[in-house]
Every structure is written in C-alpha cells, then in structure tokens.
RNA sequence: GCGUCUGUAGCUCAGUGGAUAGAGCAGCGGCCUCCGGAGCCGCGUGCGGAGGUUCGAUUCCUCUCAGACGCACCA
C-alpha cells in the first residue's frame, strides 16, 4: 500500500475507533477530486447505517479527533459525509525520504519464501518465432521481473513445442529428400556426424512443405506417423536427428528472444515431459480417475458447483497416443518433482482458457500437484492490425517476429536522425531501444486479456501515453543530472524539502506511489498498471520540470532537495521500465 | 445450440460501490533571452440497452443487443 494512505489509515482508524466506531471504517483512498483534497474517506457514509448516525455527524466527529495530527494540512468533512485530507508538505517530504531510501521503493516483499515458475514461450522448433509469440514473451518477461521485484523466486521456463507430429513429418520430408544419410539406416552403428546435415532455413522450409504434402498424400503422412513413434521410441537415428533440430533451433530462439531482452531460466520441453506419461497414467487408473469415452481414456472434470458442461480432458488418443494435455499434465508431474513451486503461472493466449480449465481440475484430481500449489492461467488476448483483425503481413501472411522488429527498429532510426546529430552506431543503438520500448509498452500499456491494436506509428509516435514518451523523460532527467555533476558543489545527498508549490507536491505525492503500483501489477498480474503509474509520474516530473529552473536556483538546499526529488523520479521512472522489460539511452 | 470474454469520447485505451468518469491521438488556440519543444498550458464530446440490489451503480446481479473467441482424439 501507498505510504500515505497507510499513515493516513492509522490516524483515521485510531480516530474512527476513539469516537465508538469500527475501526475498518478509517479506509482512505486517493481522491477522485483533486481538486478538492488529495486523499479521502468514505467511512462516515459506510458507517451511517450500521450506527443510526447521520454521516456527516459521523465524519465531523472523526475529523475533529484528529485534526490536530501532524500529517495533515488539512482534514475536513463534506456533506454528506466524505473525510477530505490534504497531507502536510512536512510529512509528505518525510515520507518520500522513506521512499527513497527503501531497496524496493516500499514495495512489500509479499513473495518472500515463494517459488514461481512462468510458463511463457512456448515456440516451436524448427519454426521461426513469429508475432504470435510476442505477447507471451512480453507479458511473461514483465510479469518475472514484477514478481521477482516483490520478492518471489521465480523460474521462466520457455516450454517448448519439441514433440508430436510435427517433429515426424520433419524426419520423414528430410528422408525423403535424403534417404541416403546414415540416420536412417537401420544397420547403422556408428557415430552421427556432429554437424546437422541441414540448416535452420532449410528446416523452416522442409516443415511447412512436409505439413502440407501429409494433407495430399496418405502414404507420406502414414511414414510421418511412424516416424513419430519412433522417435518416441527412441530409435537412435531419429533421436540424433532430434538433437540437431534441437541445437540448430535453440540457438536461434536464443537470438531472437535476446534481442527482446526477454529470458528464460528453463530451457525444457514437450519432450522432456514425456518420460513421466507412464507413470502418471497408471497412477491416474489406480485411482479410478481414467475412464474410456467415444474410445479414448479421459478424466472427467464436471464439477458440481458448474452451471454448464465442462467436457472432459483427454488423456490418451483413440490409438494409444498422447495429447496435449497429457503433456501438460506430464510438464506439472516434471515440475512439482524438480522444483515445488508455490504457483505456477501460465501466460497463454486466451483462446486456450478451456483446455487449461480441464488440465488444472485434471492436476488437482490427480494430486499431481500439492493441494495449496496454486495454479494461474493469465489468457492475452490477440495483436491486431489496424484493421481490427489479427495482425498479418501485407501478403496477408503470418509475420516473422524479426521482420515486425527491423521494421520498428527502421523507423526508430529514421525518427532518431531526424532531429539527431548521433554518428551512425550510436544512432541505431538507440533505435533498437526506442523501438523495444515502443513495442513493449504499446503491448502492456494495454490489458492482457484484451485484444489490441498495434499501430507502429502510435507506438512509435513519441507523444503521449507511449514507451519512446517515457524514455524521453528518463533521458532528460539524465541530462539535467549529468550537467549538475559538473558543478563544484555539486551533491547527490540532499534532503527532499517540503514542496513549495503544487506541481512539486504532485510529483511528490505521485513518487510515493511507486510501490504500491508494483504491489498492484503483482496481485493483480497486470503490468499495464506500472505503465500507466509511470507516465503519470512522467507528466507529473515533466509539468514540475516546466515551472522550476532547477540548475540555476539561487538557495543551495532548495537546489539539492530538487536534484534529489528528480533522482528518486529517475529511479522510481527507471524501475518501472524495467519491470516492463526494456531500459532508457543515455541520450536520444 | 451451449459457454467464455469484450462493449467507455471521432480513433486508441485507462478507471472506480461514492462528489463533476479520465488520458493520448486527431482538431483549435497559446508558451522558446529558459536545465533537451520528442515538452508545457488551455478549449469538448462518452459508460450498447432495459430492469434490479444500494443512501449512492459506469462498477454488483438478471435480462437483452452487438462483436470476438471456444466447444474431446492438432499443439
């Protein structure tokens, strides 16, 4: 919680309490009238009722038992009954001091002692990463750095799509062409050469053509099918070709989700969950869970308390084989072995709500996972085009994550030398973040699960509620810093003084927020929260910015107390962005 | 058909059981002898519709309209 409504809680609790009432009417909340006062108390009207009271007999009650507290400049009641509070510029200074000498801005460490793992990739090999992965990587890489930030031990893991069908129709396209190569010889028993006797674009190519030749001829897709199974059964040839896949595509991802800045402790897979199948499903039939259905084995995961049909999840195929929830399922089996976490979290487009409905109700019927383990789907919804429908490529085609990156990145350059006088590396460093920051805020800025627009040129505008907005605003509070430095006397160390006007008691006042809009990203698992606190504290410094000559005021204290109030806008501003994944230039 | 989600300003989006629902963009008008004008300051329109609960509803509930999405052997 806010610093200010908590102190300003305990003067009014105390003093709801002292006049007779309960104590848990002295809620305060920031005012929805600025205008009026910063802070209120609705208490009075809740309480009307439940004491026979007019309510605002009540609140002039509580006001006056308190009004005399420090805290406040001001404390009043309105009709019909509103608390209206105005904090001290005193202890408002004090309070922003606290701020800024915590490690976490306040913020409080409600994570401590608990595991996370974040399920947030969920690439394909042997694919390149394209625009559907954006959102996942994005949201996912914030959501670790806001709870790491409250104090969660949290572990990212990429989970990537390794298995299935998918890899057979690879094996059988590539032995087609290549029939000869020694992973296919059953007599083979020498080593595999180290090299992959493919690349990563031909893997890219061989894919989409071996996934469209199975829908025309039967034959190939039934040889795609064995080579599925054999690979399952680990038929060493196919499990070496596995291996290069495997490389070539690691590597790759590896590139691309860098250059997002976006990182994974876990590197596992589909693939790795697979040994643990066996055992899950038998212990699944010796606790009567698995039924046949329509022939196939399925847990029923209809709850009473449902007002409609939830249908059930499938474990195992008609034909024996496995499907996705298993895996899932085989994934949390994995996870719960290696790692006990407290939650895990999956950040997943929303469209797969059900499934994860079904593998969640599955895990907990299993006892795959511990009963107080918490288990989260946050669905995102899609990236559109301007056109409101999901974003592709002019030719109508899905886009390639990198081609979406360059073309922001391109832009960015363009803006940058503009106005610029940058030598040309320097230039495109900064593109790269300004274009990060326009991609990633131009995301989070929005709600997870709701569908949004993405229009590069709004992203990248650099006016308003945008990345490239807020970076500007880190980039000129670095600047005034920097030529401060300069000075002789120049001194990090000064106390923040009570504001003088009110610009400087806004910004003040917007400062103390910090950890509770990261405390409130976190509970809610919402990241557009710190987007919207950090362009308020961006308007707010740059309005302060606009009324005060910081570097030529005359009184030295009233000089240092802004530089320190601009340092803890600096830090509060540089947080932010980097909980949301991405980081300011030096200059732009 | 069943279900989930969404509907807030011309556009893109926030928001809350409380007073007069906020931003940005677009439009109009101001501000550079000044630490970065990628900025600042003004100007106006809106909670899809109907009921209900409540002292008070855009928020909670029911119904309704519109759109998106999901409904077992793909992942």
């Not at 072995?337 to 979290?345: A, G, Q, S």
């Not at 308007?539 to 530089?563: G, P, Q, V």
Request: glycine share 8%; charged share 25%; aromatic share 8%.
């Amino acid at each position: 919680m806010n610093i200010i409504q908590k102190r300003l809680e305990e003067v009014l609790k105390a003093a709801f309490s002292s006049c007779g009432y309960d104590e848990s009417l002295g809620t305060v909340v920031t005012s929805n009238r600025p205008d009026l006062c910063e802070y209120q108390c609705n208490g009075a009207m809740a309480g009307a009722k439940k004491y026979h009271k007019a309510p605002f007999v009540i609140a002039d009650e509580v006001a006056a038992a308190c009004a005399d507290n420090v805290i406040f400049e001001k404390i009043e009641s309105v009709k019909p009954g509103f608390i209206n509070i105005t904090v001290a510029p005193e202890a408002l200074a004090e309070m922003l001091a606290e701020v800024a000498a915590d490690g976490h801005l306040l913020t409080e460490q409600t994570g401590t002692g608990k595991k996370v793992i974040m399920d947030y990739g969920g690439p394909n090999v042997a694919k390149p990463l394209h625009v559907g992965h954006l959102r996942a990587a994005i949201i996912g890489e914030s959501l670790k750095r806001i709870y790491r930030y409250a104090g969660y031990e949290v572990l990212g893991d990429i989970h990537l799509g390794d298995w299935g069908l998918q890899m057979g129709l690879i094996m059988e396209e590539l032995r087609r062409r290549q029939p000869d190569l020694p992973y296919f010889d059953p007599a083979y028993e020498g080593d595999y050469p180290k090299e992959a006797p493919f690349t990563l674009s031909d893997l890219e190519e061989i894919y989409p053509t071996a996934s469209a030749r199975s829908k025309e001829d039967a034959a190939f897709a039934e040889a795609a099918h064995n080579a599925t199974i054999a690979l399952q059964k680990g038929v060493r040839g196919y499990r070496a070709i596995f291996e290069h896949i495997i490389a070539l595509s690691v590597t790759d991802l590896k590139k691309n989700y860098e250059k997002l800045d976006v990182h994974f402790d876990l590197w596992k897979g589909e693939s790795d969950a697979q040994a643990f199948i066996p055992d899950m499903i038998a212990d699944m039939e010796a606790k009567g869970l698995l039924v046949e259905s329509q022939g196939a084995m399925v847990v029923e995961v209809q709850e009473e308390t449902d007002t409609h049909d939830v249908p059930p999840c499938l474990i195992k195929k008609s034909d024996g084989a496995s499907l996705y929830a298993t895996t899932d399922l085989a994934t949390l089996v994995q996870r719960e072995r290696d790692y006990h976490p407290d939650e895990v979290l999956y950040v997943v487009d929303k469209r797969q709500d059900m499934h994860f409905t079904q593998v969640f109700r599955t895990a907990r019927k299993a006892g795959i996972i511990r009963p107080e383990t918490k288990l989260t789907f946050l669905g995102f919804g899609t990236m559109n085009g301007k056109d409101g429908k999901p974003f592709k490529t002019r030719e109508g085609g899905v886009m390639r994550l990198e081609t979406l990156i360059s073309d922001i990145n391109e832009a960015a350059l363009a803006r940058i030398k503009e106005n610029g006088s940058m030598d040309d590396d320097a230039a495109q460093e900064v593109a790269e973040m300004v274009g990060l920051a326009a991609l990633k805020y131009g995301d989070l800025s929005n709600q997870a699960g709701k569908n949004y627009v993405f229009d590069m040129d709004r992203f990248l505008s650099f006016e308003g509620n945008t990345g490239p907005y807020i970076l500007y605003t880190i980039v000129r509070i670095k600047s005034i810093l920097k030529k401060y430095l300069t000075e002789a006397d120049a001194s990090m160390n000064g106390s923040i003084l009570p504001a003088g006007d009110a610009s400087e008691k806004a910004l003040q006042l917007k400062l103390c927020g910090a950890g509770a809009a990261i405390n409130d990203a976190c509970d809610d698992i919402a990241p557009h929260r710190i987007c919207q606190y950090i362009y308020e504290v961006s308007n707010a410094f740059n309005s302060f910015y606009h009324e005060h000559r910081i570097l030529t005021e005359s009184d030295k204290e009233r000089k240092k107390s802004w530089i320190s109030l601009i340092s803890a806008a600096l830090r509060v501003l540089e947080t932010g962005i980097d909980l949301l994944g991405f980081s300011a230039p030096e200059q732009m």
